[in-house]
């Protein structure tokens, strides 16, 4: 073993050809120039003699220097095509140990790519580590979702640690593009928006002062994707863009792949608008460049007390605490790091499983070779040489396995981002390049050496030559090798374990997920996505609006297919922008009309005011989605735009607002939203929807009547068969009705599918590696137990002939593999007990200690052990002692 | 007496003779190529710098094995030994090669016989 380090190290050595050699050449000839002295020549004479004897000293330097590389080469390229002769005489084992290694290192590689692409990658700007996000805390201590324009004008002023700050309100908006509308998503940024990211349009040019105020000339910059697709490649001058009222002269195109914020298309600027002075209308995220040589803990600091200084000087007229800075790559992958480095996790595991297989596999080769590699070690092979053979065969397995892992890894990365989990982001940035070759050659040559390792790790000189005196019985060494093999064995088994209880917790994740009630009952529904391009600013505007949109809903309730219709600003299962805002209660109708009539109240107001996502819904909604009626009522026709405004909220909203008191008949002014102070009654109480995804907590909801409250954003929820016929028939109605509206049709299966993506597709990596580990145990186990019963069948015959039957024997030999299995689980559950912690961020109500799942996996594996091993036992149970006993 | 000055020998020829050099016990290359000398009744001069690559072959075989040691002159050089395998694998050549040159000398007696 020591010898084998030793030889390894030797192979790097080249320096001794050039100083050693030098010196040991210098001796030589002062030695023959010294004997040639005495022979009688003169000094001059016996040097050059001695030179001439010895020829050339360069040229044998040369030979030598040849010698060292031809001798390396000549070496490794016979033990190589050594060892794949010998692989091919074996063909069973090679392609056994070729997949196995495939799996593991295409598994590996493949998420790899993943954790590269996601995680690891920088982004594309220059210099991305200086960016960051800028986030205002809440007085509980989390990240406010967004900021408000003050606080970000104090941001900006107030702080040095920052080359540019900028802020972003993004979003999609309906677009008119050479006369086609879409919804195009975008964003209205400000002035040093470009200056953080680091980018300049590569085709025209950016805003300039006259475009960058209110009343300015309004532009607009587009996005390399929007230029080719939208604008087909031409040339942009003349060309704009239309939304709402406000048509844009598009002046520049930026770099191929920049979409950010979320995959914008086009950037309008900010100033174009009066600014916001409300400072607690949180609207704006906020991007920014760190400053030269400022380190990000520095500025950290600096926003932090100037936001805290901020919070003593306004009090409650900030809802901002405190604030922070987040690195921008940081911040986009924060949701799936944890998801992403479990599957890494898992994957490296398989990895090991899998190398722990093919380790076993080895071995049991190395172990049948015992005779063969002592009688080499007798006629004189060194150790190294041997261990040099065994290292070609590892190495050429592994090579041929990660050859193969890397194909199934190219199909794996394949069919993993044709998968589309929504909750993967920059996933056009995960493929397999050099990075990816690089890491699955690395992970095979290790695998080698410590697979040759394993393997030699008892092929001492003492133990083979006790071989060559033994006969068929085990010796000492093969002990120590079958020691090793079930050492091997039952880590294989920790290790399935842990992945199966990974699984197992998962599964019982999205078993919770799919049985939640997410508290509305819809399961087949067209969802129509609608924005208006323009906001009704007047009261004839309003009833126009108002009047158009019931003239929508009444046009498709007309129609045969269609059973139901309804109305919502906000559909439950996403896409939509989740308003919420600040109310307060009122003793009157109209006891507020302003802000400031708030203000008026001191510290009363804080009695008054609450909290709660608006929602604006027709009178049908609830019957629709089957959200159930509590108490009260719901609207109804007499809810008119001109009748006293009403609204129904959320059992939730009910229960934390007004504990125990009755909420119906309270007035509400909820002018924050949409400006409109007129107080809205409280008429009845329905029950709670868990908005967005299934998951998530169901919150307080305030109902808005959609005849009385104006939703430019809005789903129109239609119930019908066939869906593509209502499909079409609503887009022509739209035509004909607001041809300027976009629509996007999308259903409802497909909004639970998108919700569910992220957890379906984790749960999918997860099975697939958990169960490919538990065949590869169940195939070690099965290897090891066969490899032992052949030891022992004479013995086997023995105990057969002496009258034991094969219960009992069966009994012996599952006994073992029960022993091997018990291990295994018990160590995998230690660690497992250890490590799920970590992913609890990813669990459903269920805990990261779940005794249903431990307690489960443990009795699948031990079942599978115990199959595994019931097969070669049965199998030597036929052999008639006789034959097993003769020798 | 006219010799060849570089007689051809082939490599695994030399290599014998250094292994049988070194059966006596240690010694540097210089020392092996004067051995050589004296043993061979001066009929074999070998380009005396043929030896270092054979030196270095034999050791990355395993066959000999160098360590650096200092002369009786108080100089430093580099002293090869035979190693175990370096014996065996001696014994071996040397059967075989009696054989050959048995053989060898039976034909030739043959022919002209």
Redesign the interface.
């Known amino acids: 073993m020591i010898e084998f380090l030793r030889r390894l190290g030797t192979l790097f050595r080249r320096s001794r ?1 050039e100083n ?2 030098d ?3 210098r ?2 000839i002062e ?2 120039t010294a004997k040639n002295i005495r022979a009688g020549m003169s000094p001059d004479q016996a040097r050059r003699a001695a030179l001439l ?5 360069e ?2 330097k040369e ?2 220097r ?3 590389r031809a ?1 390396w080469l000549e070496d490794a390229g016979r033990d190589l095509r050594y060892g794949v002769r010998a692989l091919l005489r074996a063909p069973g084992f090679a392609s056994v140990s070729i997949l196995t290694l495939g799996l593991g290192v295409g598994a590996a590689t493949a998420v790899f790519s993943v954790v590269n692409g996601v995680l690891l990658k920088p982004l594309a700007y220059p210099e991305p580590d200086r960016i960051v996000r800028l986030f205002q805390i809440d007085g509980n201590g989390r990240r406010m979702q967004a900021a408000s324009e003050p606080n970000f004008e104090d941001w900006k002023n107030g702080t040095r640690s920052f080359r540019a700050m900028a802020e972003m309100s993004p979003g999609p908006a309906p677009v008119v593009v050479r006369g086609q509308s879409a919804m195009i998503p975008g964003a209205g940024v400000s002035r040093e928006f470009f200056d953080v990211m680091g980018l300049r349009p590569v085709i025209g040019r950016g805003f300039d002062e006259s475009e960058q105020r209110v009343g300015g000339t309004p532009a607009a910059v587009v996005s390399y994707r929007f230029w080719q697709n939208r604008l087909a490649g031409t040339s942009i001058e003349g060309q704009t863009l239309r939304t709402g009222t406000t048509t844009y002269q598009i002046v520049g195109v930026m770099p191929q792949g920049f979409d950010y914020p979320a995959a914008s298309e086009y950037w309008v600027p900010r100033e174009l608008r009066p600014p916001q002075r409300a400072r607690t209308a949180h609207n704006w995220q906020v991007v920014a460049r760190l400053a030269d040589g400022v380190p990000l803990p520095v500025a950290r600091a600096d926003i932090s007390a100037l936001s805290r200084s901020l919070k003593a000087r306004y009090g409650d007229d900030t809802w901002m605490f405190d604030a922070t800075a987040i690195p921008l790559r940081e911040q986009l992958t924060a949701t799936s790091r944890t998801s992403v480095l479990m599957l890494f996790g898992a994957a490296l595991m398989l990895l090991v499983i899998a190398c722990l297989n093919v380790s076993n596999l080895l071995l049991a080769r190395v172990a049948n070779r015992r005779r063969e590699m002592a009688v080499r070690l007798a ?4 150790t ?2 041997i261990a040099r053979q065994l290292l070609a065969e590892a190495l050429v397995l592994c090579v041929a396995g990660g050859v193969a892992g890397l194909l199934i890894a190219f199909a794996g990365v394949r069919a993993l981002v044709a998968l589309q989990p929504g909750n993967l982001p920059r996933i056009d940035n995960v493929a397999i390049d050099w990075t990816a070759m690089i890491f699955a050659l690395a992970v095979s040559v290790m695998a080698a050496v410590i697979l040759t390792m394993a393997a030699t790790l008892r092929t001492g000189d003492r133990d083979l030559k006790c071989e060559l005196a033994e006969s068929q019985r085990m010796s000492a060494g093969g002990r120590a090798s079958q020691r090793v093999r079930e050492v091997l064995s039952v880590s294989q088994v920790a290790l399935t374990l842990v992945l199966l209880i990974g699984a197992g917790l998962l599964v019982r994740s999205f078993v919770h997920v799919l049985t939640v009630d997410p508290g509305y009952r819809i399961d087949r529904a067209l969802i129509l996505d609608l924005t208006s391009p323009t906001y009704p600013d007047d009261d004839d505007a309003c009833r126009r609006y108002l009047a158009f949109q019931h003239d929508l809903l009444s046009r498709l309730q007309a129609l045969p297919a269609v059973s139901n219709v309804a109305l919502v600003n906000d559909f439950p299962l996403g896409g939509g922008w989740y308003a919420n805002g600040q109310f307060f209660e009122m003793s009157r109708p109209d006891e507020f009309k302003s802000y400031d009539d708030v203000r008026a109240l001191g510290e009363e107001a804080k009695a008054r005011a609450g909290f709660a996502g608006f929602r604006i819904a027709s009178e049908h909604y609830f019957r629709v989605m089957g959200i159930p009626l509590i108490r009260g009522r719901v609207f109804n026709e007499s809810d008119g735009f001109d009748a006293p405004h009403v609204a129904v909220i959320s059992e939730s909203l009910a229960k934390t607002k007004w504990p125990g008191q009755d909420p119906l008949g309270r007035f509400i002014q909820f002018g924050n939203m949409d400006g409109d102070v007129r107080g809205l009654r409280i008429v009845g109480i329905v029950g709670d929807v868990r908005e967005i995804t299934p998951e998530s907590s169901p919150g307080a909801l305030f109902y808005a009547h959609s005849r009385q409250r104006i939703a430019s954003r809005f789903s129109v929820i239609v119930r019908g068969q066939p869906e593509e016929s209502i499909a079409s028939a609503a887009r022509q109605i739209l035509r004909q009705l607001n041809p300027d509206m976009p629509v996007q049709t999308r259903r409802v299966e497909e909004a639970f599918d998108r919700a569910l993506a992220g957890r379906r597709f984790n749960l999918l990596l997860i099975g697939v590696f958990s169960v490919s580990a538990l065949l590869l145990a169940m195939l070690g186990i099965y290897g090891l137990i066969s490899y032992l019963v052949a030891q022992r069948t004479k013995e086997i015959g023995i105990r057969m002939a002496l009258g034991a039957s094969s219960r009992d024997l069966l009994r012996l030999i599952l006994g073992k593999g029960a022993t091997l299995a018990l291990l295994g689980i018990g160590a995998g559950t230690i660690v497992a007990l250890g490590l799920t912690r970590l992913v609890q961020g990813l669990l459903y109500e269920v805990t990261a200690r779940d005794p249903i799942a431990f307690g489960g996996v443990a009795a699948v594996t031990l079942a599978a052990v115990i199959v595994a091993s019931y097969l070669p036992a049965r199998r030597a149970l036929k052999v008639p002692p006789v034959d097993s006993l003769r020798v | 007496m006219t010799h060849k000055e570089r007689p051809d020998l082939l490599q695994g020829t030399l290599d014998m003779l250094v292994l049988k050099a070194l059966q006596l016990g240690a010694m ?3 020392g092996i ?1 004067e051995r050589l000398e004296q043993w061979s009744d001066n009929i074999l ?1 070998l ?4 030896l ?2 054979a030196l ?2 034999l050791e ?1 075989q ?1 066959l000999i094995r160098s360590s ?1 040691k200092v002369t009786e002159n108080n ?4 002293y090869y030994t035979l190693t ?2 370096g014996r ?2 001696f014994e ?1 050549e040397l059967t075989h090669w009696k054989r050959l040159s048995r053989a060898v000398e039976l034909i030739l007696q043959a022919s002209s016989a």
Do not use: C, K, N
């Open positions: 050809v050693g050699l010196e040991e050449i001796f030589h030695q023959q004897r010895f020829g050339g000293v040229r044998i030979a030598t040849d010698e060292f001798g006629i004189g092979a060194g190294w040489r | 540097h290359g210089w190529t001069q380009g005396q710098g043929t270092y690559p270095y072959r990355r395993g650096w100089r430093r050089a580099r175990a395998s065996r694998y071996e």
